[in-house]
């Protein structure tokens, strides 16, 4: 079975300054792959960053960066330079191959910028 | 680019009433899902789709049936709605993991209210 935990259920951060979003995640599998998703309140969902169990180098797409430990089980979101307009709620998913695609999502956890 | 398409945006049910939630997507991609969002519990998957042909349960199947129509169309049927069914409902696709960029890509949701 996959899971993914993640205990931050909110979080609070100034404009411009760095933040870490927690994600541990449990898999027997060697091959899988992180996802980030950001949901604003209008509801939608917002592909982030990815980063594949193989892949040697932490991923990093803008001011989004994945601090991947994979001896921790754990995928951590970093934003750089927060801006308010980075206040959602923000989803850790895996998805392994050895289960045919199937993708699972923690709980989420709601990041607020303040001024 | 239409992406991931779901109807209907918005629903209210009886309790015992039927319906379907359609869902399509124009990408070519094999594996497509139907997740409900809840407060406090994150997206749950309800069934998914490997590819064409074949369907699988997830998390929380129960109460829920699905058909894979063809590569494009995955459908969520409820046949007695419930009032635990309120929810909003999210279908996504993607491509197998390993075919490069392997992102889901989501539909904008439909918000359903079983009363």
């Known amino acids: 079975a996959q899971k993914i935990t993640q205990t931050q259920p909110g979080m609070f951060v100034q404009e411009k300054e760095a933040v870490t979003l927690d994600c541990t995640y449990d898999t027997s599998d060697q091959s899988y792959g992180l996802f980030w998703y950001k949901q604003p309140s209008s509801g939608e969902m917002i592909f982030l960053i990815y980063?594949?169990?193989?892949?040697?180098q932490n991923a990093t797409e803008g001011r989004y960066s994945l601090n991947f430990q994979k001896a921790r089980k754990s995928a951590n979101l970093v934003i750089s330079a927060s801006q308010l307009g980075d206040s959602a709620m923000y989803f850790c998913?895996?998805?392994?191959?050895?289960?045919?695609?199937?993708?699972?999502f923690g709980t989420g956890t709601r990041l607020q910028v303040t001024l | 680019n239409a992406g991931v398409t779901q109807t209907p945006k918005f629903q209210v049910l009886k309790t015992g009433q039927s319906m379907t939630l359609q869902c399509a997507q124009d990408?070519?991609?094999?594996?497509m899902y139907w997740y409900r969002q809840d407060p406090g519990m994150g997206l749950r998957l309800i069934y998914y789709s490997a590819s064409e042909g074949t369907t699988d349960k997830g998390e929380v199947p129960n109460g829920y049936n699905v058909s894979r129509l063809n590569k494009r169309e995955f459908s969520l049927r409820l046949e007695s709605a419930a009032p635990s069914q309120t929810s909003v409902y999210f279908c996504a696709s993607s491509e197998g993991l390993g075919r490069g960029h392997t992102e889901a890509f989501f539909g904008q949701g439909t918000r359903l209210t079983v009363v």
């Open positions: 980063q594949g169990s193989y892949d040697e």
């Open positions: 990408m070519n991609h094999n594996s």
């Open positions: 998913a895996m998805r392994t191959a050895g289960t045919a695609s199937k993708l699972t």
